[in-house]
């Protein structure tokens, strides 16, 4: 069985200060994982993922993410939060393990982030 | 940018009503998932589709869940008899090609609220 963590409901930062979203994660084999962000009244949004290799993955929008496998960790971070940078952050999970023909992802609960100017 | 996109974005339906949720997936996309998420808890997997069939199925997906291509561009979730339970936000998300490593992108969500 695959899981996902993340121990904060909410994050506050003020604007211009370095940003950190946390996320844990179980799986019995090697993991993909991803981070997506939620606006209001949108989709969840595809933001960066892990595969392999490089354990500090970039994506859209100034976030990238590091990959620890000991601590089993895939924290969410951004050096300088923007006031639009506010909104639903979800970590999710896929075991590579999990069988030929099982592609779904397993998500936290969302953290909630607010940038205040 | 190509969007998966879900009508209608409210329904509301009283218990035991049939409800059928909408879906238009990326025209290029071959994988089609249903998730759904109960106000205050997780996202959570229903069911995946590929090639006219179902890949993959939660223990949620009962016999009261259907899905259904039913031409080259919509994707649909039927619940056929409407549960208190059932209320909540269901999202349709779409993948490229079958692969456990590309993301899926998903759509607005339509909110189900069974009276």
């Known amino acids: 069985a695959q899981s996902v963590a993340q121990p904060e409901d909410q994050v506050n930062v003020a604007e211009g200060n370095p940003l950190t979203v946390k996320c844990t994660y179980s799986?019995?084999?090697?993991?993909?994982l991803f981070w997506y962000v939620q606006y209001p009244n949108r989709g969840l949004q595809f933001l960066l993922k892990y595969i392999t290799g490089d354990n500090l993955v970039k994506g859209s929008y100034g976030f990238e993410a590091e990959f620890n496998k000991s601590q089993t960790s895939f924290h969410l971070k951004k050096p300088s939060a923007l006031v639009s940078d506010s909104a639903l952050y979800f970590c999710?999970?896929?075991?590579?393990?999990?069988?030929?023909?099982?592609?779904?992802?397993?998500f936290g609960k969302g953290t909630k982030l607010s940038v205040i100017p | 940018e190509p969007e998966v996109t879900q009508t209608p974005s409210h329904q509301v339906t009283q218990m035991g009503q049939e409800v059928i949720l909408r879906c238009v997936p990326i025209?290029?996309?071959?994988?089609f998932y249903w998730y759904r998420q109960i106000l205050g808890q997780k996202v959570e997997f229903l069911v995946s589709f590929y090639n006219n069939e179902i890949s993959e199925k939660s223990e949620i997906f009962d016999d009261q869940f259907s899905v259904e291509r039913p031409d080259g561009s919509n994707f649909t979730l039927k619940i056929r008899s409407t549960k208190l339970e059932d209320s909540a936000m269901y999202f349709c998300a779409s993948s490229e090609v079958a692969g456990g490593s590309y993301e899926q992108y998903f759509g607005p969500g339509t909110r189900l609220t069974v009276t």
């Open positions: 799986v019995s084999g090697n993991p993909y």
């Open positions: 025209s290029n996309h071959l994988y």
């Open positions: 999710a999970v896929r075991d590579i393990d999990s069988g030929a023909g099982s592609y779904q992802l397993t």
